[in-house]
């Protein structure tokens, strides 16, 4: 008889991640999006009114009328009548993976990880049972000092290594574990000049460490005296474990990512802070185990939601690690998949913030994440003074080479675009902020409805009113938005009410004429904006370019505070849902009138 099929380890695990449920279970059942689910009839049941549900970050199906649910594979089994191995086969094969026949050097392979499985697991439990133990009173004392109790020792399975040189291994030696597998499972060291063994883990607090399928493969120990050398000691990469490849609480994390509307996982920078955040309800965050960010590690998170937030300390290591992540990132970068920063400040990390102010102040840090585009815009602007022509150039250089480090074209040129236009705003910002310092303003009486300031204007979002007035389609096709939207400087207000409000009156959009009517209206500084901005490049209609244009207005769209569009209370503010649906009618109102005009100056020219 030949050797049954074995699955590869983790092969179930990537083949769901690679198959979106919708897309299999949408062959089959005609569904409509409701929300962040899938909705259709049962092909379970002959029922009028949808009871069948996927959820496609969950990787679920859910059938009410029947009680039938499941994974993607369950329902190709359930629908095609199919065992699981066919299924997990017929699925492998749209998701272009194979699956080895087994041999019997696969069999030893099988056997041979199984024991080292079980030698982690029985490591775990003994661990447990150490830390509740009389030896474990320190590391007891420890965690209850960074606020964890029992139930939370519990829920991450924490423990505590016994501070001696073979308790371990003879603990796993009286389960019938070999020192060889002990060994191979990271538990132990042997030095090169021989000798016995002896335990990796010593007087440590243990954090077990698992597979994407939640199986322990390794464990961290972190030394509970200010002094301890190394702080943080990771198991050794084993057959099951690279700590290139795994991130600490992925399983636990995607699990708690399917109950939310995040865009991705969040990253800390340890193990302590990623417990913190999870105990202050924040579950779907997870840890690298002690090196910046890899490959194979962004491919997990991607893997989860297409943009999620590295948490890092506020301090000059923490952007240096933001740094690094940046460097890693930007050749991955595709339409759809990239990165936040959640940067603290007064050198906290998110175990301080939530001690100190509590799980709502690491949400609102959280909230104001700041795109990757951001950072890497900041990072190479505070790199060195920008205060000569040949500086200008060489900031130019060092934004364009990064862009360049982007492989998906359609993505590198969107950042070069956003990039260039950063840079030509803020360059134009300096400009003005040295025409309006003490000794440069203008001699003579202030022009009517001037200015007088020695500080440059805050004018963020002018950029993008500006494009607006170059590419006039743009008026339209974001005209709810830019209506919603809120600017802290009076003349980009200014101007946006004048484009919004222009083509009411049946005139063609353009800068000059819009100066003249600035000028005539006494709007001498809004006018003066326009004049000295930089010519904007032709957006084409229906193009990417229109569509990011669109998602950056999104960004001064205003929180609802009461005010007709929301107050305005930062350069950053985002609408609320809620918010959103109030002002839409106020919008569509206003679309309507501004219809009304434009048929009645066209009945008005044929009159």
């Known amino acids: 008889m030949s050797a049954p099929i074995r699955i590869p380890d983790g092969f179930v695990e990537e083949l769901k991640a690679r198959i979106r449920p919708s897309d299999v279970i949408g062959r089959k059942v005609k569904l409509k999006k409701q929300g962040k689910e899938w909705v259709g009839l049962s092909p379970f049941t002959n029922e009028k009114s949808p009871s069948f549900y996927v959820n496609d970050q969950k990787r679920i199906f859910k059938c009410f009328s029947s009680g039938i649910g499941g994974d993607v594979i369950s329902f190709v089994m359930e629908t095609e009548r199919l065992s699981f191995m066919e299924a997990v086969e017929k699925l492998a094969d749209e998701a272009g993976m194979q699956l080895p026949k087994a041999t019997a050097a696969d069999e030893e392979t099988y056997d041979r990880r199984k024991r080292l499985y079980e030698c ?95 199986q322990v493969i390794a464990f961290g120990g972190r030394g509970m005296q200010p002094d301890a050398k190394p702080k943080y000691l990771n198991s050794n990469d084993t057959e099951l474990f690279h700590k290139g490849r795994v991130l600490y609480r992925y399983k636990d994390a995607r699990t708690a990512f399917g109950d939310t509307d995040e865009g991705g996982l969040i990253v800390t920078e340890g193990y302590m802070d990623a417990i913190a955040m999870a105990e202050a309800g924040i579950g779907h965050v997870v840890a690298p185990l002690g090196t910046a960010l890899t490959e194979d590690q962004l491919g997990l998170l991607w893997r989860a939601g297409p943009e999620p937030v590295l948490c890092f300390d506020g301090d000059a290591a923490g952007l240096r ?264 009618h106020e919008v569509a109102e206003r679309k309507a009138r501004a219809a009304r005009l434009n048929e009645a100056a066209e009945q008005a020219d044929q009159d």
Not at 159 to 177: E, N, Q
Not at 409 to 429: C, F, G, I, T
């Open 120 to 214: 982690c697991e029985a490591a775990c439990a003994f661990y447990e049972d150490r830390l509740r133990a009389a030896e474990g009173t320190d590391a007891r004392a420890y965690l209850e000092g960074r606020g964890l109790g029992a139930a939370a020792w519990a829920r991450h399975r924490l423990g505590y290594a016994p501070d001696d040189w073979r308790t371990t291994i003879d603990h796993l030696k009286s389960k019938g574990f070999s020192d060889r597998e002990i060994l191979e499972s990271g538990l132990s060291v042997q030095k090169e000049s021989g000798g016995d063994p002896y335990d990796r883990f010593r007087g440590r607090v243990i954090f077990p460490i698992t597979d994407v399928r939640g």
């Open 321 to 584: 690690a933001a740094y690094r992540s940046i460097e890693r990132a930007l050749p991955f970068l595709e339409p759809g998949r990239s990165l936040f920063f959640c940067l603290l400040s007064g050198g906290m990390d998110p175990d301080d913030l939530i001690r100190q102010s509590g799980p709502e102040a690491m949400k609102q840090a959280l909230a104001g994440a700041l795109p990757l585009v951001e950072v890497l815009w900041l990072r190479e602007r505070d790199a060195e003074a920008i205060d000569t022509p040949e500086r200008q150039a060489g900031l130019e250089a060092r934004l364009m080479q990064a862009a360049g480090q982007i492989k998906n074209p359609a993505v590198r040129a969107a950042y070069e675009r956003d990039l260039k236009s950063r840079m030509n705003e803020h360059l134009w910002q300096l400009r003005r902020s040295k025409r309006s310092a003490p000794g440069q303003q203008r001699k003579g009486p202030p022009q009517k409805g001037a200015h007088q300031t020695s500080t440059a204007p805050k004018t963020r979002g002018l950029g993008l009113i500006i494009r607006a007035i170059d590419n006039p389609h743009l008026i339209d096709f974001g005209f709810e938005t830019l209506s919603m939207s809120v600017f802290r400087d009076e003349d980009v207000a200014i101007l946006r009410d004048v484009i919004i409000s222009w083509p009411q009156a049946g005139k063609g959009v353009d800068r000059e004429a819009i100066r003249d009517h600035l000028v005539d209206r006494g709007n001498t500084r809004a006018a003066e904006l326009l004049k000295n901005y930089p010519e904007i490049p032709t957006i084409d209609p229906d193009g990417p370019e229109e569509r990011e244009w669109l998602i950056a207005l999104e960004q001064y769209v205003a929180r609802d505070d009461g005010s007709p569009y929301g107050g305005g209370s930062g350069d950053d503010v985002t609408a609320s849902p809620e918010n959103w649906r109030r002002l839409h």
